[in-house]
């Protein structure tokens, strides 16, 4: 015998929503999310045309992109991001390998969604950062809003998404920026709001305007921790690519679904390696230049 | 030559989320603690008035939390006062427009801070051409500007460094060269040496009280240190929770100390610096032979003497005409610090 046993039904039982009720109640909420959709898919889809325009030229001008030029654009941007020659065989090796084993134009399509989707998280996310760091109340807005985004299941936001937009890239690079986004966001706002206060204080007594503040002292103060927004949210983008192939997005992520859906080991270990190549060039390069951005603090008076 | 002086009158800062509420109970004479306790308000400034003349140091002394610093950033208004004015050149500060305000602050003022506050991330010449470059002035003329100011507070060279690669002195050298290369008629002073170790100290005061030969600046000068401020002050306002307990030029609050306060504080001073020849001088009478010019101090005066073996000493005015004479008993006299006040 329970101790629900010896309860009343009432503190026994949670007393829940009668099952037609909550029926109706779900029923009801996703009838008018699909008049929505239906009313407004073409509009939603028509705001999003450029970016699938976007999407498209660029995965087009890397699969179009003879490899041999490819590895070289890539390696010429280590090296201007990272001036490490280390990197640059690191990098140059890595693509080889991966093209050697079958996975070139699958990289390609992974390297185009990523790097739309870090361009698209960066052009929203610092000005949202920057907004926050000036206003405490659009700060306890958005945070929850970031929280959400962070924790919510990514399977469950692809639900609308897919219901709005359908199965392709766009959907898939705004599943992939739902998830990426916050680190730039949170950095941007942490960065600025770290700025040191007497710094900011001179720059007040010799008559800074709000523009010229943010711009002159304390973007370029918050630069290094808004460059570990930008490394993270790329890796978030990386790590998102298989979710994202499950609304189709193709790439790398799509082969590594179908490996998990026929258990087939090696397919899917290759493509995870591949993955994981390119999360390790874009982190160290990024990191490596959001050091260098930092150079003014390196020499220390003894 | 401009007006330059600035007049405080009736300045009360009350901080906390109401301040202005509190103003008559203030006035009513509700002490610090009590407005603290009773009320979660903090008193920064009471009833300030102060007359800071043109061209001049004015030297704003008290130990912490005396509102000293409170005081000066009302000038440019850095904190908003609770009520009163703030008067330049016939406009009151504290109510200018927000536009009014950023021109007064980019082409009036220039302050120098005592934890340097320059920014981190650009070369000395960068943060040196800070101020003008927010006023709109061309790269080119900036940078000449910054190095003719870099170089005459001793930093030729130094240029394209970064400021953490500097010693705190200099780094306040550069603090000093971008407040000049602001080319503005005041200059703020917050505890600008405060940081700096004694030589340092010494140093940087030699530095400004040179430059200000020329350049005849208004200056308000913030410091906790007596001897700071009677070397660097041709005025000295002296602070305590928030009101001025006496004001005047460095020998009258030594000569003459408001309070038990003040002359606690005044009675370390090295006084044969402070005191002047002409106030303890008796009318001349028969010219002696050794000559003190007008203004000169007691320490030179006791020096002059004892050199020269002499007992007494005409006062010469620029002319050379003598306008009074002293004792070498009466500099001696002077010079011992009172036993009680």
């Not at chain 1, 009838?31 to 705001?47: A, D, H, L, P």
């Not at chain 1, 258990?263 to 993955?275: K, P, R, S, V």
């Not at chain 2, 602050?105 to 981190?120: C, E, G, I, N, Y």
């Not at chain 2, 170790?197 to 030699?206: E, F, G, K, N, V």
Request: proline share 4%; net charge neutral.
């Amino acid at each position: 015998m329970s101790l629900k046993d010896m309860l009343p039904d009432y503190l026994a039982e949670f007393p829940k929503m009668g099952r037609a009720d909550l029926r109706d109640f779900k029923k009801g909420i996703d009838e008018s999310f699909r008049v929505f959709t239906r009313e407004n898919g073409e509009t939603i889809e028509n705001f999003f045309y450029p970016l699938k325009m976007f999407m498209v030229w660029f995965e087009k001008l890397l699969l179009g992109t003879p490899w041999p030029l490819m590895i070289a654009v890539l390696c010429l941007l280590v090296w201007f991001g990272a001036r490490s020659i280390t990197m640059v065989i690191g990098t140059a090796l890595a693509l080889m390998l991966i093209g050697y084993l079958g996975m070139w134009d699958d990289t390609m399509r992974t390297l185009a969604l990523v790097s739309v989707s870090t361009f698209v998280c960066i052009a929203i996310g610092i000005p949202v950062g920057i907004l926050m760091s000036k206003s405490d109340r659009i700060q306890a807005v958005i945070v929850p809003i970031l929280d959400i985004m962070q924790t919510i299941p990514a399977f469950v936001y692809l639900i609308p998404v897919l219901m709005l937009l359908g199965i392709g890239k766009v959907p898939g690079l705004i599943a992939v920026c739902i998830y990426a986004i916050p680190p730039v966001v949170r950095l941007t706002n942490l960065g600025i709001r770290l700025v040191d206060k007497d710094v900011l204080e001179a720059a007040d007594a010799f008559g800074a305007s709000p523009r010229q503040k943010m711009l002159k002292v304390q973007l370029p103060l918050a630069l290094p921790n808004l460059f570990a927004g930008v490394n993270q949210t790329i890796m978030m983008a990386l790590a998102m690519v298989v979710v994202a192939s499950l609304i189709g997005a193709h790439g790398l992520g799509s082969n590594v679904l179908k490996a998990v859906n026929n258990q087939y080991l090696t397919l899917g270990m290759m493509n995870g390696l591949a993955i994981v190549a390119i999360a390790i060039v874009f982190d160290r390069v990024s990191q490596k230049f959001g050091k260098r951005l930092q150079k003014h603090s390196e020499k220390v008076h003894g | 030559m401009a007006d330059n002086s600035i007049e405080v009158k009736g300045l009360y800062k009350i901080f906390g989320p109401h301040g202005e509420k509190y103003i008559q109970m203030v006035k009513d004479g509700i002490s610090k603690d009590e407005l603290n306790a009773k009320y979660g308000h903090v008193l920064g400034l009471k009833d300030i008035n102060i007359k800071m003349p043109s061209a001049k140091i004015q030297v704003i002394m008290g130990l912490s939390g005396s509102g000293k610093s409170t005081m000066i950033r009302h000038i440019n208004r850095l904190i908003e006062p609770t009520i009163g004015e703030v008067i330049y050149q016939g406009h009151d500060i504290c109510k200018m427009s927000k536009s009014e305000l950023l021109k007064f602050r980019r082409h009036k003022t220039a302050m120098v801070f005592q934890k340097f506050a320059l920014l981190p991330h650009r070369t000395v010449i960068d943060n040196t051409l800070f101020g003008i470059e927010l006023q709109g002035v061309s790269r080119g003329e900036a940078e000449e500007r910054a190095r003719h100011w870099l170089s005459r507070v001793g930093l030729d060279g130094f240029e394209d460094n970064y400021p953490n690669q500097l010693s705190g002195g200099m780094q306040q050298r550069v603090g000093l060269a971008r407040a000049l290369t602001n080319d503005a008629d005041i200059l703020l002073m917050d505890e600008a040496f405060s940081a700096l170790d004694p030589l340092i100290r010494m140093d940087m005061q030699t530095i400004l009280l040179e430059l200000q030969e020329e350049l005849h600046k208004t200056i308000v000068f913030i410091t906790h240190d007596l001897d700071e401020a009677l070397r660097l002050g041709d005025r000295i306002a002296i602070l305590r929770d928030g009101e001025v307990i006496q004001q005047g030029t460095g020998q009258e609050i030594v000569l003459h100390p408001a309070d038990a306060y003040i002359s606690d504080f005044v009675k370390e001073v090295n006084r044969g610096r402070v005191i002047k020849v002409d106030t303890i001088m008796s009318p001349a009478t028969t010219p002696p032979t050794l000559q003190i010019p007008t203004g000169s101090s007691l320490e030179f005066a006791a020096k002059k003497l004892t050199d020269s073996n002499e007992t007494a000493a005409a006062i010469t005015d620029t002319s050379g005409a003598a306008i009074g004479e002293i004792s070498m008993k009466a500099v001696i006299n002077a010079m011992v610090t009172p036993a009680t006040y």
